[in-house]
Structure formats: C-alpha cells, structure tokens
C-alpha cells in the first residue's frame, strides 16, 4: 500500500518546526484555515517523519479504537523521561502498560475518588484566606497552589510537617523551571543533557530529581514499615494494589506512576482553573445561573459535582482551551488507512484537540463560550477530548474534572470576585499547557456572606 498523505504546508521541515513550538495555536488555525481539519507536517525537525494532525472525529475515533499493535509510541513522550522515569504509564506500551493503567484506575475513579472531597474543599478554603479584598492578585498562582497542595496530601498521602514542606519546595521549584521554554529546551535535545556539575542546567535538575527522589522513596519506605488499612491516599491504595498475578507495584514505579499524576496534573488543572474562572466572570449571565446553582450545596462535596451547570461550565472551558492542545501522538507500526488517506509505518499520526474542539460543524460559534452547548447536546469522546481518548487518554481525567468542580464552587461560594484587568486576555504558553496572559488578574471584591448581606440590606 502506498501512502496517501493528506495536504499540508510545504515549507521546510525546520521552518515548520519552529513555527509549531513559537505558537502552536496559531499555526493549526493557519493550517485548519489552509487544509481543514487534517493535514501533513513535518514539525520534528531536520528528517523529520509526516506528521499528520486530525481534527475529524470519525477520524480521531478510528485511531482510538484501534486494533492493539496498529500503532506504538510517537517521538515526543521521550522528553517526559527525565522527570517521571521508565515505569511511568506513559512510557510504556502493550502489557506493562495495560497492568499500570489497571493498578492506577481504581483510586482516581468512582468511590474511591469521592473520598478527597471534603479535603480539597479544606486545601482549597486555607489557599484563598490569603486573598485581601481590593487588591488584584494573580489566580492562576492560586490555582496552581490549590493544585500542588491536592496532588501532596491526596495523591502522595503526605500530612504537613517537615518532609512535606520540604519537597513542596522542591517540587514548586522544578514545575516552576519546566514551565520556561530555556530551561525545558534541554528535555528536547539530549545533546544538552550534560551533567558539568550542579552550576550546570543538566546538573543542577539532576541534583533536584535526587532530593525530590530521596524523599519520595522515604515516604514510601515508612509506609511499608508501617502499614494502614485506614489511609485512603492514592499512594496508599497503589501500595496496596495487586495484578492479575498478585504481584505489588515496585517502589520504582510508584515513584514513576507518583512524579507522573504530579506532572500531568498540577499545571494542567491548574491552567483549566484559570480559564474557568476567566471565562465565567467575563460572561456575567454564567456566572450568575453558577451562583444560584451551587448557593443550596456549598457545604455537600458530592452534591456540588453533581450539578450539570457546574459540570458544563468545566467543560465548555476545557473545551475553549483545553488542557493540552494533542492527544498521545501514535507511530504506525503496519500499513493502515484512515478516512480515505493511507499511511506507512513510520508515520506520526496525532488526535488534536484543539481542532476537534474548534469544528464549526460540531461546536457553532467555537470561539464563545457557550456552557449550555453541553446542557443541551451530548457529544461522543471523539468530539469532546479535553483528556485523550483511547486506550492512552488521560488516567486521572475523572479527578481532575472532580477536583475543577470543587475548587470552582469553594470559591465562588467563598467570595465575590471581578476581573482586575481590562486588556484582551490572550492564551500564552506556560510548559505543556496555555494560560490567560500574564495580565489576565483578579480581585475579591467582598466575602460571599458579607455582599449578600449588603445585597439584602439595600
């Protein structure tokens, strides 16, 4: 069979390349623009391979259900390496990948997930007591403390103290470093991982990854030495896990598995949190049907992540902008057809979900945001894949929208808030997601209680 690549642009490979990694948005709206909703590119560099992007859903559909062994790994999780090890779920492929996906799906779904909700309701309530009313602040930064905080005492088990302040530091350090395109340029280019000592940008991540290590491996060991049937963490539940063949997680991967649900789900849910909240308080009409709706079951959990309006409003901002751009890239390992176009191994074939988001055939008017396109339509998870889709979508997909809902509703309910800037807020790139600009600010205007006081009172 040979290949029939669908069109795409024709410039260089570099060119193409620096143009995706410059402004990703903008080249697949020049591209959508110029060849629709699929289309060839060559964005790996020198030599690199076809790359094709897929915005249609009948065509993101075929590549998620798949036969096992069509496709393999594409080339970009290598640079996720470094920071979550070789046993991480996103490593890894056929078997070994299904048995961490089957160990790990149980503590992030269902019941178990359930569990967490008062404590990130309290995580989320000790954050913003910082806030002062009147003075802007930056919510993204209050987001991302959220996030961090909830991934360290609901996911490693971790309980304040001195180990946890600890590595919070350390951890906030090192997220905060991938996040530049400088210091997260090395990830990309092993010819730049040279250990020349810890003044050294190789060296000194690697000397970050050994404490960061040392601690993670300690809490491990202490709950080995002491175990709990009590403790309903993730970490806790992982350790307590078995497979098909009775065998337990090693302590190398939960520290993979553990730096892979921190990796994935910090700055992500955090970046959905800020845009949630841009969106809804840049759409006065949202933000009221929100209030009314989460004013009965402020202090239920299960209640709150129960609403549907709630529920739409996550996901048509997961939808806007959603947490990654791509799902998983895929590498054809045996000749395959999709749609009318045909592919030969070695080909990159990459679900977009910025482009399956922006179809105007799916989604009329795809720039507003509009929550009650999911109130009134059901939309099928090749149409709307905010997490990936398939066998390798996004493990804690139901925690982080579980963890959106509530951060959102504690807030709200916590307090009056507007929006500090005037200007555009523009999406800018912030390591692997995309975040309102940097002057995109806040300000908490009043106690909740207290302006429905002023509100009655009047």
């Given at each position: 069979?040979?290949?029939t ?104 779904h ?89 003044w ?82 840049q759409?006065?009409a ?15 959990p ?31 390992k ?25 179809r ?9 945001f ?30 982080s ?17 507007e ?24 300000r ?15």
């Amino acid at each position: 069979m040979s290949a029939t690549l669908p069109n795409g642009p024709r410039t260089p490979a570099l060119a193409q390349t620096l143009q995706l990694v410059a402004d990703p948005i903008a080249f697949f709206d020049r591209c959508a623009q110029q060849y629709g909703d699929t289309f060839t590119t060559r964005v790996l560099g020198w030599n690199s391979p076809p790359v094709v992007f897929f915005g249609n859903p009948d065509a993101i559909a075929q590549i998620f259900t798949a036969p096992a062994g069509q496709f393999e790994l594409g080339k970009v999780t290598h640079v996720f390496r470094p920071l979550t090890g070789d046993r991480s779920l996103i490593m890894l492929d056929g078997e070994q990948h299904q048995r961490q996906r089957q160990l790990l799906m149980p503590p992030l779904h269902g019941d178990r997930m359930r569990t967490y909700g008062a404590l990130i309701c309290d995580i989320t309530r000790q954050v913003i007591a910082n806030w002062t009313i009147g003075e802007p602040f930056s919510i993204r930064h209050s987001t991302s403390e959220i996030s961090l905080q909830v991934i360290l005492r609901v996911v490693f088990g971790m309980a304040p103290g001195p180990r946890y302040e600890q590595l919070k530091q350390l951890l906030n350090t090192l997220l905060e470093s991938v996040t530049s395109p400088l210091y997260s340029s090395q990830f990309f280019f092993p010819l730049l991982q040279q250990n020349l000592g810890t003044w050294s940008p190789w060296g000194g991540f690697l000397q970050q990854m050994q404490q960061i290590d040392a601690l993670v491996y300690a809490e491990i060991q202490e709950r080995r030495q002491s175990p709990s049937n009590d403790r309903a963490d993730v970490l806790s539940l992982l350790m307590a896990a078995h497979d098909e063949s009775g065998d337990v997680m090693s302590d190398r991967e939960l520290r993979d598995q553990l730096m892979t649900l921190l990796l994935l789900g910090h700055e992500t849910t955090a970046s959905a949190l800020a845009w949630a909240f841009y969106w809804i308080h840049q759409t006065p009409a949202v933000l009221q049907q929100l209030q009314q709706d989460i004013s009965a079951w402020s202090d239920d959990p299960d209640a709150l992540a129960q609403l549907p309006y709630l529920t739409a409003v996550c996901k048509e901002s997961l939808r806007v902008y959603p947490i990654a751009l791509i799902s998983q890239p895929r590498k054809v390992k045996e000749p395959v057809t999709i749609g009318s176009c045909s592919f030969d191994p070695g080909t990159i074939v990459i679900p977009c979900i910025y482009l399956a988001h922006r179809r105007a055939q799916t989604y009329p008017q795809p720039e507003q945001f509009q929550p009650d396109r999911f109130l009134q339509n059901k939309f099928t998870p090749y149409e709307f894949l905010p997490f990936g889709g398939g066998v390798r979508s996004c493990i804690g997909a139901a925690f982080s929208l579980y963890e959106m809902k509530l951060v959102l509703a504690t807030v709200l309910s916590a307090y009056q808030l507007e929006l500090a800037n005037t200007g555009a807020v523009m999406p800018a790139r912030r390591g692997i997601t995309f975040v309102p600009s940097k002057q995109f600010r806040m300000r908490a205007v009043a106690p909740r209680g207290a302006a429905q006081d002023v509100a009655f009172c009047s």
